[in-house]
C-alpha cells in the first residue's frame, strides 16, 4: 500500500471514528433527555388534568345553574309540571332538547323526585321513564368530576355530568347535564399536545395504541346507566404516544445519518486532499532523486518549504552538490585513468603500427647491407607493407585526434547543423527531421556539437538492419527545472534497442557492439556534451529502439533559422 | 254505483223525510220546510270563488309534492275523492253484475283516442300493469266495443274496486283541465315553509303542526286538515319470538294515543281500526311476487327506520326508549333501502308507513318479512295551507290537489 493510500486511510479513521462516537453520543443523550422530559410532562399533566375536568365540570354546573334559574321563573313548565296541563306537555318534552342547543350540552335531562324523566335532550323520546340512579350517583359524587354512560336512541353516550337540583312550588326536581367526554373533550383536557389522554372504563381497556406507554392515570367516579347502573370509578388514563417520540428520534437518526454521511464525504475529500498535498512533494523529490545519476546531477532541489519535506529537499539538493562535485573529481580520474589508458593503448597501437615498418626497415637494412642490387625490387616488394602500416597509424591519430577536442562554445545554429549532418548520410536509410521553429542558438563548439551529431547519427543509422526502419531526428526548445532554456536534439531509430546491461556499458571506452566499431563513439559523444555543459540520455528497450537526447545550453541571442 | 244514481238516492231520501217531518205536524199552515244543511265537503278548501282562473303558486318541499299539481297527470278510470269516495275519471261511469264480480267501465269522450282495446292491450302487456291486476285478482280484462270495458274480479265487491284508481293503471289521455288555473310549481329557497308562506306561496302541504299552527296565525291562509293518510307500525319479523318484549307498554287505544300526543312532531292520532291487513289471507299471485333482495346491511339489535322520515324518527326512538334492552338502538337507512331491509328481516324490528287505506293491500305487504308481529302505532295527516281567494281547491284521495271546475 503505497503511502498516499495510507496517509488516505489514516485521514478517514481519524476523522471518521471520533465523529461516528460523538454522533452515537449525542443520539444517545437527546434520546435520553427526550424521554426524561416527556416523562416530566407526562406527571405534570396529571396534575392538569385533574385541574382542567374539575374546571369542565364547574362549567356544566354553572350552565345546569342558569338553566334551573329559567326553569323556575318558566309558567308553562310550572303549568306542564306542576298542574297537568296538556297543552304545556308538548312544550315541556321539547325543552330539553331546546336547551341543550342552546347551552352547548350534549347531556341534558329534568327529573322529578320519583326519578321520572320529564323532558330528555339526548333521548327526547325516554320521557316518563323512570331513571334515578344518575342522579343518585351524582348526589353521592358532590363536586367532583364523575362520568356516566346513558341511553340514547342510537349510541351510548359517555359524558362529564352534573346535577343541579332546584323546586317550583315546593316539589324538588333536578337538572342533570353533561358534555360528551369522547375525543374532542379528552384533547381538550390534554394539556400537553405530546400526550394522549385516553378513558379506560371498567368494561374497556381503553388505553389506545400498541405503541403507548402510559405515563399515569386519573381515577374519576363513573356510572355506566346503561347497564349495572352501579357505581364504579372509571380512568383517564395519560399516554405517551411512542410514535410521537419514534418519530422525533427517527427524524434524529436520520439527519445524524445524514450529517455523517456528508462529513464522512468531506472527510474522503479532505483525506484525498491532504495525501495528494502531502505525498506531492514527497513523490517529486522521488522522482528527480530517481533521475540522479552521474552524468545528470543537475536535479534542482530548491525547496521554499521551512518543514521537515523542505529541509529533506534542501539536503538532497547538498547531497546532489557533493555528488556533482564528486562525479567531477571522478570523471577526473576517470579522465587520468583514461589517458593512461589511452597512453597505453596508444603505445600499444603505435607499436603494432611499427612493427611492420620497423621489420621492413630492418629487412631494407639487411638487403643494402647485403644485397644492395635488390634494394629497390625489395623495397618495391615491401612497400605495401609501409604503406599500410602508415595507413594504419594515420588512421589511429586521426582516431585519437577525435578524443580531446578544445572546446569553443559559441552561438551555434542547431537545426542548421542537424541539416548538414543529416545531408551527409543522404543515399542511405530514411532520415526525418522535425526541427522546431524559433529554435535558440545552442552555445556550443560546432566541431564538437558536429561530432556528437555524427556519432549519435551514426549510431542510428547503423542500428538499422539492412536498410529497413528510419530515423527521425527532432529539435525543440525546453526548460529545464523551469529556469534556464536549453535546446533540445533527440535522435530517434527504430531499431533493435539495447538491454540494460549493454546500456550500462554503452558508454565505456572501446566498448562496441558493431564490426569495425572503435567502442569510442558514446563515451566520446558523452564527453563532449558534458564539456558543452549538456546533458545526455539514453532511453532504450530491446525491440522498441533507442532514443538520444541531447540537452545543449541556449546561447543568449537569436533563434535558429 | 253510478254518480248520478248516488245523487238521485240523496234527492229521495232528502225528499221522503220531509215529507215525513210535515205530515207529522199536520193541520197548521205549512212552514218553510227547513232545507238540510249540506254537510261541508272536507275534501274541498275553503279558499275562493270556483272556476275563477288564476296563476297558483305551489310549493314542493318534498319531491312527491310535485307530481300531485303536474299539468298532465296520467288518468286513472276512476279517481277517489279525499275520503275515498269513487268518482268518474277516465270512465264517465261503471256497472256491475249482480254478483259484484264483473265490472262495465264507459270510457269518456274525452279519452279519446285512447280506446277500450288500447286500454285492455295495454294493461295485460304493461308488467307494471301487468302485476297491479294479478295482485288485485283481476282475471280478465276484455273490450266489449271501442268504448266498453270488462273487467271481472276473483271475488266480489260491493262498490267499484279502488284500484282502478291505481296510479299504475293510468294512462295520459289529451284533455286538458278546463278551470283556466295554472299551477307554477316553486321549490322553497330554505328549510324554514315559513319563509315559503311568506314569500308569497299560494299553497302547500304539510305534518309539521308547527307550521300550520304559524299559518293560523296568518288571516290570509285557510289551514285545512286532509284525510288521514298514513298508518305508522313497528314491523318485528317473526322469528324473533323474544323480541315480544321490545314496546313494554301495552298496545292499547291508550298507548297508541300517548305516541301519537307526546312521540310525533306531527298532526297524529293512535292508530284506529279497522287495520286492513288483518284477515287480508293469501294475496293472489303471492308466491309469485319478485321481492327486491339487495343486501342492505343493518344491526341486528336496530329499530330501522327510513332516515327521511322524522316521524318514523320518533317513533323509533320511542320504541327504543321504552325497551330496557340496552343493546336495542335506533338505525336509519335512505327510504329507498327499506324496503330491501324490511325484506331482508335482519334487524329487531321496523318502524314503516303504510297507506291508511291502500288501493291495493297485498302490494303494500309484499316486501314485509313472512309471520310478522304487526303493532300499529299512528296515524297521520297533512293540512293543506292554502291562500284565501285562490280558486277553490279539492283533494283527492292520494292527495292530488285538483281545481273545482265552475258548475
Known sequence: MSFRARLFFATCIAVLVPLTILALGVRREINRRLTEESRRRGEAAIGALGTELARERERVAARLGALSRDLMADNRFRLAAIRGDAPSRAYLLDWASGAMRISGLALLQIQDSAGRILSSGHFRN???RVRPELPAFLERTGDTPALARVRTADLPLLALVTAERFAVAGRPFVLVGGIAAEDRFLRRLDPDPELAVA??????????????????????????????AIPDSARLVVTRTSATLAALLRGLNAWFLVSLAVTALLAVALAAWLSRRISRPLTELAEKTAAIDLDRLDQDFTAERDDEI????????????????????????????????????????????????????????????????????????????????????????????????????EACDVNAMVAEVVRAVAGGPLVRTRLAD???????????????????????????????????????????????????????????????????????????????????????????????????????????????????????????? | MAPGTIRLVRLLCAAGCAASLAGACGGSAPEPIPQPETPPDPCLLPTGEPGSAREVVVVAARPQDSAFIAPRQPEPLIRLSCTAAAQPAAAQSWTSDSAGRTWTFV????????????????????????????????ESVIALDEERLRVTMSSPSDSVPPVFAERTLSFVTDSLPQTGTTFVLRRPESADLRDALDAGADILRTEDPALAEYARHRDEFVVHPLPWSRTYLLIIPGARVELDG???????????????????????????????????????????????????????????????????????????????????????????????????????????????????????????????RIVPLIDVRESAIARRGIPRLTVDFDGRIRPVEAP
Open chain 1, 126 to 128: 325516554e320521557y316518563d
Open chain 1, 199 to 228: 378513558l379506560a372504563t371498567p368494561d374497556s381497556a381503553g388505553v389506545p395504541g400498541v405503541q403507548a406507554e402510559t405515563v399515569g392515570a386519573l381515577a374519576v367516579p363513573f356510572l355506566d346507566a346503561m347497564t349495572t
Open chain 1, 310 to 409: 523542505g529541509s529533506l529537499s534542501r539536503l538532497l539538493g547538498e547531497m546532489t552538490a557533493r555528488l556533482r562535485s564528486g562525479a567531477l573529481r571522478l570523471r577526473e580520474a576517470e579522465r587520468r585513468i583514461a589517458m593512461g589508458d589511452l597512453a597505453r593503448q596508444v603505445n600499444h597501437d603505435i607499436k603494432n603500427g611499427l612493427v611492420p615498418i620497423r621489420n621492413v626497415l630492418r629487412h631494407l637494412e639487411e638487403v643494402a647491407r647485403d644485397r644492395p642490387e635488390t634494394l629497390g625490387a625489395v623495397f618495391e616488394e615491401r612497400r605495401l607493407t609501409l604503406a599500410s602500416s602508415v595507413g594504419y597509424l594515420d588512421t589511429l591519430a586521426r582516431n585519437y585526434a577525435r578524443l580531446s577536442p578544445a572546446a569553443a562554445p
Open chain 1, 438 to 561: 524559433g529554435l535558440p542558438r545552442a552555445a556550443a563548439d560546432p566541431l564538437m556539437l558536429r561530432r556528437v551529431l555524427e556519432n549519435l547519427l551514426g549510431n542510428a543509422v547503423d542500428s538499422l538492419a539492412a536498410g529497413a526502419g528510419e530515423v527521425v531526428v527532432s529539435t525543440e526548445s525546453a526548460a529545464r527545472d523551469g529556469r534556464a532554456s536549453v535546446v533540445r536534439i533527440v535522435i530517434q531509430d527504430s531499431g533493435p534497442g539495447m538491454t540494460r546491461a549493454e546500456l550500462d556499458r554503452a558508454f565505456d571506452d572501446f566498448y562496441t557492439t558493431k564490426a569495425g566499431g572503435t567502442g569510442l563513439g558514446l563515451s566520446i559523444v558523452r564527453r563532449l556534451v558534458l564539456d558543452l555543459g549538456g546533458a545526455l540520455r539514453i532511453d532504450t528497450e530491446p525491440g522498441s529502439g533507442t532514443r538520444a537526447t541531447v540537452e545543449l545550453p541556449a546561447a543568449p541571442g537569436g533563434a535558429s533559422r
Open chain 2, 107 to 138: 270510457l269518456a269522450p274525452s279519452t279519446a283516442p285512447i280506446s277500450a282495446p288500447s286500454v285492455a292491450a295495454e294493461w295485460t302487456t304493461r308488467p307494471e300493469a301487468a302485476t297491479t291486476l294479478r295482485q288485485a285478482g283481476v
Open chain 2, 246 to 372: 321490545l314496546i313494554q307498554g301495552d298496545d292499547s287505544a291508550g298507548f297508541r294515543a300517548a305516541l301519537a300526543r307526546d312521540a310525533v312532531h306531527a298532526e297524529a292520532r293512535g292508530a284506529e281500526r279497522p287495520y286492513w291487513w288483518d284477515g287480508l289471507g293469501q294475496c293472489p299471485g303471492s308466491d309469485s311476487l319478485s321481492r327486491p333482495r339487495p343486501r342492505v346491511l343493518v344491526d341486528s339489535n336496530a329499530v330501522v327506520f327510513a332516515a327521511e322520515d322524522a316521524v318514523a324518527r320518533a317513533l323509533a326512538e320511542r320504541v327504543v326508549a321504552l325497551s330496557d334492552n340496552p343493546r336495542i338502538s335506533t338505525g336509519s337507512i335512505p327510504q329507498r333501502f327499506l324496503d330491501p331491509a324490511l325484506s331482508a328481516a335482519s334487524a329487531r324490528a321496523y318502524v314503516v308507513a303504510v297507506p291508511r287505506t291502500p288501493l291495493l293491500p297485498c302490494r303494500e305487504i309484499a316486501t314485509w318479512p313472512p309471520d310478522p
